[in-house]
């Protein structure tokens, strides 16, 4: 049998598919097809099928006000923003992500977002290769070709013994 190592575990998840650091739009690519998530910050215009949108509209006295909702008639009390708050809404957009949920971002706010956005989907990445690498260790230790290094310490007595 062979020693397991991590460098054994992640060539065998790259030759599934998994990278240890892939890009921002491979990322989004996995969430579409393992959630069902879906992005979109190049339309002009929102339409139904989108579950959150995060878009900016000028108030009658020339304010402009952020909107991350869910509803078609946002609430200012709810909804509404007085600043950008890009931190926050990269966690709502991810969350709805993964749970399955379309996204839509006005562009000119994802040209701001983008940066935080792609911190936390960098964040969350980890998280789900720790479980992969964990799932991978297991099934390659359960196929029998694998094992541990035997990691335990000689105790003193058998580091004297001669032969």
Not at 12 to 40: A, V
Not at 58 to 71: E, P, Q, R, S
């Amino acid at each position: 049998m062979e020693i397991l190592t991590d460098e054994i575990i992640i060539e065998k998840l790259n030759e599934d598919g998994f990278m240890e650091e892939p890009d921002g739009p491979w990322l989004l690519e996995y969430i579409e097809s393992e959630y069902g998530g879906n992005l979109d910050t190049t339309s002009d215009f929102v339409t139904d099928q989108w579950t959150l949108k995060i878009y900016s509209e000028m108030t009658y006295d020339g304010y402009d006000i952020w909107w991350c909702t869910f509803d078609d008639r946002p609430y200012v009390s709810q909804d509404g923003y007085y600043y950008e708050d890009y931190s926050d809404w990269s966690e709502k957009t991810l969350d709805e992500l993964v749970n399955g949920g379309n996204v839509w971002i006005e562009n000119h706010i994802w040209d701001s977002m983008e940066w935080d956005f792609n911190a936390n989907l960098e964040e969350w990445w980890q998280e789900v290769y720790e479980e992969l690498t964990r799932d991978k260790k297991e099934e390659l230790l359960d196929s029998g070709e694998y094992e541990l290094e035997n990691k335990e310490p000689l105790l003193y007595s058998q580091l004297n013994k001669t032969n």
